[in-house]
Structure formats: structure tokens, C-alpha cells
């Protein structure tokens, strides 16, 4: 016998945001894009910019991020969407420009258009999720991979005299003069989704105060390249991955408390 509930007797405390399309995810479970989806969203639809919004996502997992935001979108090719959002931006100044990017995308091929637009302070705001591997294409080492770490490419870990050191791209961006706001964030625990929501929100702040640029790395897990249940893969995070990606602001000239 099925229990009858009468919601009048409770009071709502969550819902989707409009700014979210009402579409199943294609991610894989346990997986922090849609959490960055989710937050990077709520932003939108509580500064009330939803039609003065533009997104772009390159290529990667972030790819399809326009099957979910209700937003404009715009896909930009392999490492090019911090160059199109300089266009975008300077064609339209009023509207909120922002990227969605992974680390293969950001800090490998798209290294010079990243740390460009950052020096010359493009008044965008930067999201780039660092689960320290290639998702999509089959989990190959990035450049974010740390040493040790196994991947599709690096099957008995990264080896820093074969390999090179992984990048730090938080702790770099921050040294350029046009960047107003750099702080890296998590999203493998409660307190730190809220943490990463706020950064977003001062992002879109900086913004609208046409401050410069903004640079907000998020911390995520790929449990199914990393061959770890999501619950492994968040306590890996804390135990070995924020080892090398401490989180903090790295830089806050905003103003904005």
C-alpha cells in the first residue's frame, strides 16, 4: 500500500534553477561537472543574468555543457575558448562572458590562449575543472597529472625526468597582472561545493565591476579514469591530489567581500 504525502505540510528549500535545462546528464555518476554545472547556474539565476549570459565550452567532457545550461552557448575549438570569449566579450561588453574548461583543454593545448588572455586582464571569468586527467578521450596523462599517478599514457606513473613536473596553473595565472581574482576550490565534500558557489558568484561579481580577469579552479574527480568508486575518488582527493593542488585564493584584488 503506497503512503499518501501531502506536500502542503512542508516548505520547499531546494529546487533546479530555470537556468538548468530539464535533461538526464551524460556524465558519469559520481562525477563533479554537474555539481559545477549546478552552482555555476544557481550564480546566473540569483545575479538574474540569465539573458546577458554566454557561455563556451571547448572540447572535452565540458563539451556538451550546452545540453545543460540555459544560457547562450558557444563551442570553441580545442583550447581556444579563453580567444573566443576575448572576442565575444569586446563584441558584447554589457553581457557576462565565461569558460568552462577541463585541464586537458586549459593547460595543455590551450596553455598560450589561457595565460594570454589572463595577462591582458580580459574582464571574463575562467572555470577550469582539474581532475588531473584526460576524461573523454580515454584517461591519458595531462598536464595536470601528478607524479606517480597512473594513466592510459603513463601506465607506470608519471616520472618526472620522462614526463616533466605537473603544472600548477592557479599558483601561474596569479603572477599576471591582469588578473584580478584566482582562487582554486573543491567540490569533493559539502562545505567545499558552498566555498566553490561563492567563488563563482565574486567571479561574476569582478565581473560586472569590470575588474578583469577571474580564474577559478575547481578540484574535481574522474573515478572512472581514475578506476575509483566516486567515494574513493573524493577521499583521493583529500589524501593525495590536494597534496600538489592546495586549495585557497592565490589572488583577491576584487574588493568584494
Known amino acids: 500500500m ?18 538548468l ?45 550546452y545540453y545543460y545550461m540555459n544560457v547562450d552557448m558557444q563551442q570553441a575549438a580545442h583550447g581556444r575558448a579563453c580567444a573566443v570569449a576575448t572576442g565575444i566579450k569586446r563584441m558584447l561588453p554589457d553581457h557576462y562572458v565565461f569558460t568552462y574548461q577541463g585541464d586537458g583543454d586549459l593547460a595543455a593545448i590551450g596553455t598560450a590562449e589561457t595565460i594570454h588572455a589572463c595577462s591582458r586582464g580580459e574582464n571574463i571569468t575562467i572555470i577550469f575543472i582539474n581532475n588531473a586527467i584526460y576524461g573523454m578521450t580515454g584517461g591519458q596523462m595531462a598536464p595536470t597529472t601528478i607524479l606517480g599517478q597512473k594513466t592510459s599514457t603513463s601506465t607506470g606513473g608519471r616520472n618526472a625526468q620522462r614526463d616533466g613536473m605537473p603544472i600548477n596553473m592557479s599558483e601561474i595565472v596569479a603572477l599576471l597582472p591582469g588578473t584580478v581574482y584566482v582562487e582554486r576550490v573543491a567540490v569533493n565534500k559539502p562545505g567545499r561545493v558552498r566555498k566553490t558557489k561563492k567563488a563563482i558568484l565574486k567571479a561574476f561579481k569582478a565581473q560586472q565591476l569590470k575588474k578583469g580577469t577571474s580564474f577559478i579552479e575547481v578540484v574535481s574527480n574522474c573515478n572512472t579514469n581514475w578506476k575509483m568508486t566516486p567515494v574513493e575518488a573524493n577521499k583521493w582527493i583529500d589524501d593525495v591530489l590536494l597534496n600538489q593542488y592546495p586549495l585557497g585564493v592565490f589572488k583577491d584584488e576584487t574588493g568584494i567581500k
Open 21 to 65: 535545462k530539464d535533461v538526464k546528464t551524460h556524465y558519469c555518476p559520481g562525477c563533479g561537472h554537474g555539481v559545477v554545472h549546478r552552482l555555476t547556474m544557481e550564480v546566473v539565476k540569483e545575479l538574474d543574468i540569465q539573458d546577458k549570459t554566454i557561455g563556451i565550452a571547448p572540447v572535452g567532457c565540458s563539451v556538451f555543457a
Open 2 to 19: 503506497k503512503t499518501q504525502i501531502n506536500l502542503e505540510n512542508y516548505e520547499k528549500v531546494f529546487e533546479k534553477p530555470d537556468t
